[in-house]
């Protein structure tokens, strides 16, 4: 598998108050099995498999003040550079960059609305090994209220090529990569403004999508697992989608793509299978998540890793 071009989803993890609880509920929810954990100086990190490919990290909080929340991580070949570059674009770091022993480099920043995300600078350990298909990550967005601030920031650090969707009845640009036509065929995440429909007090932050094969079936089993659904399952260009809370507070969304015809079908899996990256995979612009209710605490001194 190829590197993630600059800028692409690589990696997504989860900081939760109790790592076992979290592998029950998520290996229950997605399918997903768990390698060996890290030692205690890495908050006993633990790797998500679905079909014995990569697809998340499971962390257990050095500190019950951070936030029980889901990290989203993108791509570069510097963080060092990158750091810079947040810097100088308005943001800020939450962590230096750190290296991961002989895995990669990563480090946690925040957008100039407070947004945080990571960003990964691979060694061996490259990110996602599957991206798009049930079980596995499919897009990511941040929600800001300051989106004169935020869109030229991500713009600027990332090189990303912005195009505002039209037409929908929210405010929502999509985001694709450096060198690509700005639009749904190469996005790779997107930018939706908080509205007065959401609670006042509520940061900017980033939601991660999760593909799934049933929508509605995974939101009644993240109530019975103990979850709980903040934006019931409802319709969207790209199939159907439900903001959900899992048993400890972390906030996430699933999308269940339309049915394909066999032979689609086919052909996503075998590229999947061939190891497609994040940036080819997880262009499914959902930009429909501002009926979902946003997890309440997001915030600058957020850690994962």
Known sequence: MDAF?????????VSLPDLEAGKRFYGELFGWTFGRARGMEDGHYTLAFSGGKRVAGLVAKRDGRMPTVWTIYFATSDADVLSARIREAGGQLVREP??????????LAADPAGAVFGFWQAGEDLGFEKTGLPGSFC???VYTRDK????PFYERVFHFRGKDLPGTGIDFRLWSPAGSAPGAESAIGGRSVITDAFPA??????????SVDDCDETAATVVRLGGRITAPPFDIDHGRMAGLLDNQGAYFAVLAEPKRAPEQAAAKAAGEAEGATAGEAAGEPAGAAAGAEPAPERGAGQEST
């Open 5 to 13: 071009a600059e800028g692409t989803p690589c990696w997504v993890d």
């Open 98 to 107: 750190m290296a991961v022993g002989r895995f990669g480099v990563m480090a």
């Open 139 to 141: 897009w990511t967005e």
């Open 148 to 151: 004169e601030r935020v869109d």
């Open 201 to 210: 007090e509520l940061p900017g932050h980033f939601l991660s999508y999760f």
